[in-house]
Structure formats: structure tokens, C-alpha cells
């Protein structure tokens, strides 16, 4: 799967952060080298879209500048509601054959024509089936994702801009699950072991929004994106509290929320227990109803657990929040396994950096 020393730098640009990591390999450990984690310029990304090209372009320079080396591994890691991604069960055939398959099935799911997307697949699983006339086929089961190209060239173009040509364009999910389920196994709980579970949900607060990620028997079930996030915490917080929002969003990483398990709160407290809650309740009830809908469909009718990344999975409490609700059991991801950073800032790093360490594994 690894080949040692090749090294990757990995771009992740949110709506609130940008993220780079530049990796190696020793043997099935990545190494990070170097990562950066930065403001986003406001209203530069918008659901995963550029939304302001020259504020994008400006981070994005002085990123490029501090990557060292000039390694040409480059991969930038896509995130947004418009990526749709689906499986399929399809007969054996060459790779060609079946990715035009997968273009002739995935073209009814799709909003817009066809050929206005970029398309992919990657095989999940090989196994026999037996046909309408008796016969045992071989099929396999095949992950398809597709990618607005006007999403994808817009990046790629703002990329070349700045003198980083991208060999690689991942999407989030793809991200989680090969972080999730290669042969190395780096996500592990709270006590630093393995994460052996084959059905679990992976859910990335993010900024804007929650995609949610569920794996049955370890491939991919389905992908969701939810448009509620960080951010409608902090606006409750900067109202509340007459904060501007970059100060509300440092309270609201830097509270413990213990006011939340008072038995008398003063007013603010009040108004701040009313609010905070109700976005708790309305974003886990949108998880709840992804989730249940997966038990509903999957073999087992369970799902074994549930692992939180991304900025939003450091607010307090939100993971006990999860689990007394949707009554699974809930980790943040804290800690992985296999991973070297050769300086990590700090520990909380980790919720942002997911996702570019899953785009630096190789699939195979």
C-alpha cells in the first residue's frame, strides 16, 4: 500500500480554516512533517465553493510558500453537499467498461447532465451472485463519486495559480473511510485501542456544516451532509454574550459549558441553556434520523459507534450530548494510532487534520 519516503502535501481549505500537511511513509506509519493550520478569509469558501477567488488565491500563496521541498505528490481534499457519492452493485468488467457503467448510473441521481461532472469509482468488494437464469456471476461492488468539474477547475485553476499543480482531488468522505478502514488502522478510542467496529458512523462538524459518514461492514452505506454547524453556535454565543464573533468563538472552545448542568443559571446563563441546546437538539436529531434510516436499511439493524472529528467535535459536551440521545456509543477522535507528527502544536490539531491525513493514503 505505502511506498517509503514518497512524500504528499495535502491542501483542505474550510470556510473557517485551511489546512496543509506535508507526510512521508515509514512502512504503514505516516509521518507529518510539517502542517499548518489556518484562518480561511471570510466569505472565501462556501459550501466547499470558492466563493471569493482572489481571497482564496492570497492563502493559498503563502501556504504554497511555507510547504517545503518540491515534492509534486500534491492533493487537495473537496468537501460539499453537491458531491454526490453512491454504490453500486455492477457485473466484472474492465476498468473502462465499468466506469462508463457508473456514469450510466449515476447520470439519473444527478441534477445537471452528465458531462458536466467528474466522475470515478473504485471497487469495494468482489463476490458471486446468482443470476435471473441460475448462473453464478461475478460482480462487484463499486463506490462512485461524482464532482461538479466547474467545483473541481476552479480549485485546480487557483492551485495552478500559485505553483501547485494537484495530482490528486479526494473528497471528504473518501478521506474518512480509507483513514477508517486501511490495514493499518488509525483511528483507535479514548484508551488508545483499535477501532475494530465495522459499522460506525464518522461525523465532521465543520463550520458551515455536518457530513456524516457511515460504514456498514466496513465500506461505505452513505454520506450526508448536514447545513448546520460551528457557526450557528457561535452567532447564539456572540448575541447572548455581545461578542464579537471571533470572540465568541474563542469562548466558545475555551468554556467548559459547566452553566449547562446547573441547577440555577442567572440570565445569560438561561438564555445562552435555551439556545445552545436547541441547536444541539436540532442538529442530533438530524443525525438521528441519517442514523436511523441506516438501521433501517443495514444487515445487522445497529450501528456499533459513532467518532467525531472536526472543529465543532471540541465544544463540551457535545459528544456525551450525542450519545445520550442517539443512545450509541460516541468517541472524539483525541488520539490516532500510526500517525508521527514530528511537531504536533497541540492535541486538539487532530479534529482538523483528518481529513488531509486520510487524502495522503494510497487506496491498494
Known sequence: MFG??????????????????????KDKTIVVDFYEIVPTPEDAIKDGKIADYNKLVNIMTTMVKKAKGKGNDNRLVLSSSEVVIRSFDLPKMEYGDL??????????????????????????????????????????QVQAVAVSK???NDYLDAMNKVGAKISVVDVQSNCEIKLFTSGAKYFVDAQGNTADEKNVAIIDF??????VTILEDNKVF????????????????SEALDLPLDEAENWKHNNDFAFL?????????????????????????????????????????????IYLIGGGSLIPGIGEYIQQYINVHTEVVSKLSNVNF???EKSSDLAFLSDCLGAAIRRG
Open 261 to 305: 448542568r446547573k441547577n440555577a443559571m442567572n440570565e445569560v446563563e438561561s438564555i445562552l441553556y435555551d439556545e445552545i441546546t436547541k441547536v444541539f437538539h436540532d442538529i442530533t436529531m438530524e443525525i438521528y434520523q441519517v442514523i436511523e434510516f441506516f438501521i433501517s436499511m443495514s444487515k445487522r439493524k445497529k450501528l456499533d459507534s
Open 99 to 140: 466506469k462508463e457503467a457508473v456514469k450510466f448510473e449515476m447520470a439519473v441521481l444527478l441534477p445537471e447532465k452528465i458531462e458536466h461532472y467528474v466522475v470515478d469509482c473504485s471497487v469495494s468488494e468482489e463476490f458471486m451472485k446468482i443470476n435471473d437464469e441460475g448462473n453464478e456471476v461475478k460482480m462487484y
Open 342 to 344: 514530528s511537531k504536533l
Open 206 to 211: 465543520g463550520h458551515q456544516k455536518t457530513s
Open 222 to 237: 452513505l454520506h450526508r451532509v448536514l447545513h448546520t454547524g460551528g457557526r450557528d453556535l457561535t452567532k447564539i454565543i
Open 150 to 152: 466547474r467545483i473541481v
Open 4 to 25: 517509503n519516503n514518497n512524500s504528499v502535501t495535502v491542501f483542505d481549505f474550510g470556510s473557517k480554516n485551511s489546512k496543509m500537511i506535508q507526510t512521508h511513509f
